[in-house]
């Protein structure tokens, strides 16, 4: 097993054990009925989610697109009007009721839904989750900034690696495995992640 991305990314070597065990067949049973998609705004995790559903044949949810729905309003305007914190709030409702799915469901997650502890279990205890990886810098080249509310600064990328900095121990203690974005070809992204779920035994096709 290779474990230099995993110390490139955390600046440790991993618990060989628990990554053995991590996967067992019962675990992931439990798993497969959702497939959770996590990382930093703009690494394609709804781009490569709704494809990847698609391709696979779940249903496709996104935790930023329900909030909206039922608030009938923008994440912006959420922000704007309510502050951070409100939306965290809903975030982890909606995320709490995100698997009462009965078919099986690829769920987009906003970016930020690592950075509550509960959630990162309730991820962790329900769906395989997939970390799209991209650095702050490919994303801030590709992203529309104007819709991201956390970007509003004088310079979003340094406001993006600090981001990054912050979550990239929740994202990678929530993720079952993790995928590079960093080349956003959505096309071959998801056929090389469908390559993966098979070789663990989640996808047949
Ligand atoms: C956020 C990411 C956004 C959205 C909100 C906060 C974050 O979702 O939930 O603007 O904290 O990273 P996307 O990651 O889907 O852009």
Same mark, same amino acid.
């Given at each position: 097993?290779?474990?230099?991305?995993?110390?490139?990314?955390?600046?440790?070597?991993? &618990?060989?054990?628990?990554?053995?065990?991590?996967?067992?067949?019962?675990?992931?049973?439990?798993?497969?009925?959702?497939?959770?998609?996590?990382?930093?705004?703009?690494?394609?995790?709804?781009?490569?989610?709704?494809?990847?559903?698609?391709?696979?044949?779940?249903?496709?949810?996104?935790?930023?697109?329900?909030?909206?729905?039922?608030? =009938?309003?923008?994440?912006?305007?959420?922000?704007?009007?309510?502050?951070?914190?409100?939306?965290?709030?809903?975030?982890?409702?909606?995320?709490?009721?995100?698997?009462?799915?009965?078919?099986?469901?690829?769920?987009?997650?906003?970016?930020?839904?690592?950075?509550?502890?509960?959630?990162?279990?309730?991820?962790?205890?329900?769906?395989?989750?997939?970390?799209?990886?991209?650095?702050?810098?490919?994303?801030?080249?590709?992203?529309?900034?104007?819709?991201?509310?956390?970007?509003?600064?004088?310079?979003?990328? =340094?406001?993006?690696?600090?981001?990054?900095?912050?979550?990239?121990?929740?994202?990678?203690?929530?993720?079952?495995?993790?995928?590079?974005?960093?080349?956003?070809?959505?096309?071959?992204?998801? &056929?090389?992640?469908?390559?993966?779920?098979?070789?663990?035994?989640?996808?047949?096709?």
């Amino acid at each position: 097993m290779d474990y230099l991305a995993y110390f490139h990314f955390l600046g440790s070597m991993p &618990d060989t054990q628990v990554l053995r065990t991590g996967l067992s067949a019962q675990l992931l049973e439990q798993k497969k009925h959702t497939i959770a998609t996590i990382g930093l705004m703009g690494s394609g995790k709804t781009s490569h989610g709704k494809l990847l559903a698609q391709k696979i044949g779940y249903d496709f949810k996104d935790t930023d697109d329900e909030i909206v729905a039922k608030e =009938q309003r923008s994440i912006s305007d959420i922000f704007a009007q309510d502050g951070e914190a409100h939306f965290r709030e809903l975030e982890r409702n909606e995320l709490a009721s995100g698997f009462n799915s009965l078919n099986p469901t690829l769920l987009s997650c906003g970016g930020g839904i690592v950075t509550h502890e509960e959630n990162r279990k309730v991820l962790n205890d329900n769906s395989l989750v997939v970390w799209l990886f991209a650095t702050p810098q490919a994303i801030i080249a590709r992203t529309n900034i104007q819709k991201r509310p956390l970007l509003q600064v004088a310079n979003p990328e =340094q406001k993006l690696a600090e981001i990054y900095e912050e979550r990239k121990g929740m994202y990678a203690e929530t993720a079952d495995i993790v995928f590079s974005t960093e080349k956003k070809m959505k096309e071959k992204n998801t &056929d090389f992640i469908i390559q993966e779920l098979k070789h663990i035994g989640l996808c047949k096709q």
